[in-house]
């Protein structure tokens, strides 16, 4: 495979990126490489929200799909063939502000500003996503929309008033994304195999190269991480990223599991629920819900929505966080795994999964395809 260059939309035109590391994080790319300052850095582990950004990528039938997540541990070559959209992409072309910032400037939604942006940036995936003419979103949908965002000044009364107003066209005329010519600029950048990334160590260029590894197929995966059982699994980074931007450590080969459309797939027979590994643990939950409705608390705590949004269910199983909140949910319900190494493939109880603290049954070059859960049945109770 040749190397090639992260391609993705940004401020109008497509932003190309090479010679930087595999781990540079989308915001160290803004604020250091861009000078595009508007999204800052509070916390670096994705726990604060003043980075927050929003991520455009196709899914489905080629319908794009825009979700808030952090830019502090969201590495840069996972942008490829998506759109990114800061708080800098919102000003209109004469000038004036989005209704979201309006919406915030009217309702005195700002004190000290650096928390702002990120704010801003929730609420606008929120305004893109509320379909027109749908009336305004619930309290409990503008919560989870803000569960991400953390703020000192305000109190948040001010900034949930100011979520409802942005959907007041009496006061801001709506402003809609162009969605068609994103999806036609994104299918023009869909790669039709691996995506290779190459880029200097991020220990300095003594140390070499650093690979990143992108497939789009469950085959090339396959493949990719049985002739490479030293190179690290990325799915969300959501845990991950923290190793790099808290521990500063050195990941080596990363193989992304972002592109592979058949890890990313939800399936449902008459006994089980298949959830695929690289599904985002906010689909994931919404799927489990619709057997296990006492799950939706559990949903709904679980970390923030732009966490959820990036992070998935096989790699919070994988990682044996003992923060990941995940794993006694499915143990009660007696989840299986799906474990493959090329084209072996076993299914493994998750209960046996787990062999230590942050240890696990996965053979070198093996990885979690899919998590299977029963369906309820008739007998079963589950609180």
Not at 347 to 362: E, G, I, S, V
């Amino acid at each position: 495979m040749t190397p090639q260059t992260i391609r993705f939309p940004h401020r109008g035109t497509v932003h190309e990126v090479h010679d930087l590391p595999p781990t540079r994080t989308v915001l160290q790319h803004l604020r250091g490489d861009l000078r595009a300052c508007g999204t800052k850095e509070g916390c670096a582990e994705g726990d604060c929200g003043a980075c927050t950004v929003v991520v455009g990528e196709l899914e489905g039938e080629g319908r794009l799909a825009l979700k808030a997540v952090n830019a502090c541990i969201q590495f840069l070559p996972t942008l490829d063939g998506r759109a990114l959209y800061t708080v800098e992409d919102l000003r209109q072309p004469d000038g004036a502000l989005h209704p979201v910032q309006q919406a915030m400037v009217d309702c005195h939604g700002s004190q000290c500003g650096f928390c702002t942006p990120g704010f801003v940036m929730s609420l606008w995936a929120l305004y893109e996503n509320q379909p027109a003419g749908a009336g305004l979103p619930g309290r409990d949908e503008i919560d989870q929309a803000l569960s991400g965002n953390l703020c000192r000044c305000t109190g948040y009364r001010p900034i949930i008033e100011a979520a409802l107003r942005m959907f007041d066209e009496t006061c801001h005329p709506r402003v809609a994304l162009d969605r068609a010519s994103v999806e036609a600029q994104l299918r023009a950048l869909q790669r039709p195999g691996t995506f290779e990334y190459r880029g200097p160590d991020v220990r300095g260029v003594e140390h070499g190269e650093s690979a990143f590894y992108a497939p789009r197929t469950l085959e090339a995966f396959a493949a990719l991480r049985a002739s490479h059982p030293e190179a690290r699994v990325l799915a969300g980074s959501t845990d991950v990223g923290l190793w790099v931007t808290k521990q500063f450590r050195d990941l080596g080969e990363l193989i992304y599991t972002g592109n592979v459309a058949e890890l990313r797939t939800i399936a449902r027979d008459a006994r089980t629920l298949t959830i695929g590994a690289a599904v985002p643990l906010e689909e994931a939950y919404a799927a489990l819900a619709i057997d296990y409705p006492e799950l939706a608390e559990l949903w709904a705590r679980f970390a923030s929505l732009p966490v959820r949004n990036a992070g998935t269910l096989g790699g919070n199983v994988a990682n044996g966080s003992p923060i990941g909140d995940s794993m006694p949910a499915l143990l009660a319900l007696d989840a299986a795994l799906v474990l493959r190494r090329a084209a072996r493939v076993r299914t493994l109880p998750l209960a046996a999964f787990y062999t230590d603290y942050q240890k696990n049954a996965l053979q070198a070059g093996e990885f979690i395809e899919s998590i299977r859960v029963p369906r309820p049945s008739p007998t079963l109770r589950f609180r």
